[in-house]
Nanobody, 123 residues
Framework: QVQLTESGGGLVQPGDSLRLSCAAS????????MAWFRHGPGKEREFLAY????????GHADSVKGRFTISKDNAKNTVYLQMNSLKPEDTATYYC????????????????WGQGTQVTVSS
């Protein structure tokens, strides 16, 4: 049984940093591509970043490039999203997802999803 469990969200002020974690069980990050998405109030679900299973190839959405960084620790079977210089518009529920096909930003191609962790950026 695959389970993805996000953690690390919370209420922060503009300019603060957060690191989200996604612990995977039932699958290995050595075999699955991982990604982060978010869903903000009144917005469409948005791709943020992905990291490949084989070489750790990474990609980030233009909207967060330079502020957000995806990484993973295969030994801990955990993927991370480091978020710096947070803005109010980053307020959303953040989800990690896993898939075993070609690296993609298309959420429909992801097979497994976590339950999400809330990030609220407000002064």
């Amino acid at each position: 049984q695959v389970q993805l469990t996000e953690s690390g969200g919370g209420l922060v002020q503009p300019g603060d940093s957060l690191r989200l974690s996604c612990a995977a069980s039932g699958l290995s990050l050595s075999s699955y591509n991982m990604a982060w998405f978010r869903h903000g109030p009144g917005k469409e679900r948005e791709f943020l970043a992905y990291i490949g299973w084989r070489y750790g190839s990474r990609g980030h959405a233009d909207s967060v490039k330079g502020r957000f960084t995806i990484s993973k620790d295969n030994a801990k079977n955990t993927v991370y999203l480091q978020m710096n210089s947070l803005k109010p518009e980053d307020t959303a529920t953040y989800y990690c997802a896993a898939q075993s096909g070609v690296l993609t930003i298309d959420a429909r191609r992801y097979d497994y999803w976590g339950q999400g962790t809330q990030v609220t950026v407000s002064s």
